[in-house]
C-alpha cells in the first residue's frame, strides 16, 4: 500500500538531491503495510512529484529524533524544535529509494480532489 505525502517544495528539492534523507511527522499512519510515500509538492507546485520507498519509521522523543537523523533532517535544529514543540513523540520516515516523476501529476488524475492535511492512503 501507499500514502501521498504533503511536502512543501523546498524538502521536496531536498529529499531528491538526497540532503534529506528523513522526513518528519507529529501523526504517523497506523497500517503497518505502508511501503511507499508518494510525494505531493504543496503550493505553489501543488503536484505529485515522485515517490520513496520508506526503509523504516523511527518512533522516539523529539530529543532523540534529532540526535539520530540531524546529519541528514535537511531542516536546522531551530525548525525542527519549533515544529515538534510541547510534543513527546516524533516520528522520522527513513527515505530508502527515492525516484522523481519526469512529469508532474495532478491530483485529479489518480481520483483525488484535493491534499490531505496530514496523508492520505492510496491504493
Same mark, same amino acid.
Given at each position: ?7 512543501k ?5 531536498? &529529499?531528491?538531491?538526497?540532503? #534529506?534523507? +528523513? ?5 504517523? !499512519?497506523?497500517? /503497518?503495510?505502508i $511501503? ?25 522523543s523529539?530529543?532523540? &529524533?534529532?540526535?539520530?537523523? #540531524?546529519? +541528514?533532517?535537511?531542516?536546522?535544529e531551530? !525548525?525542527?524544535? /519549533?515544529?515538534? $514543540?510541547?510534543?513527546?513523540?516524533a ?10 516523476y ?22
Open positions: 500500500m501507499k500514502v501521498l505525502l504533503p511536502i517544495p523546498e524538502f521536496v528539492k531536498k &529529499i531528491f538531491s538526497g540532503e #534529506k534523507r +528523513y522526513e518528519f511527522r507529529k501523526v504517523i !499512519f497506523k497500517s /503497518k503495510d $511501503k511507499t510515500v508518494v510525494i505531493y509538492a504543496s503550493s505553489p507546485i501543488s503536484k505529485i512529484v515522485g515517490e520513496f520507498t520508506i526503509e523504516t519509521i523511527i518512533k522516539d523529539p530529543e532523540m &529524533i534529532w540526535g539520530q537523523t #540531524k546529519d +541528514y533532517a535537511g531542516i536546522t531551530d !525548525f525542527f524544535k /519549533k515544529y515538534f $514543540k510541547g510534543k513527546n513523540k516520528y522520522a520516515i527513513e527515505i530508502k529509494r527515492c525516484i522523481q519526469q512529469r508532474p501529476i495532478e491530483l485529479n488524475k489518480i481520483g483525488v480532489k484535493r491534499a490531505p492535511q496530514s496523508f492520505m492512503y492510496l491504493k
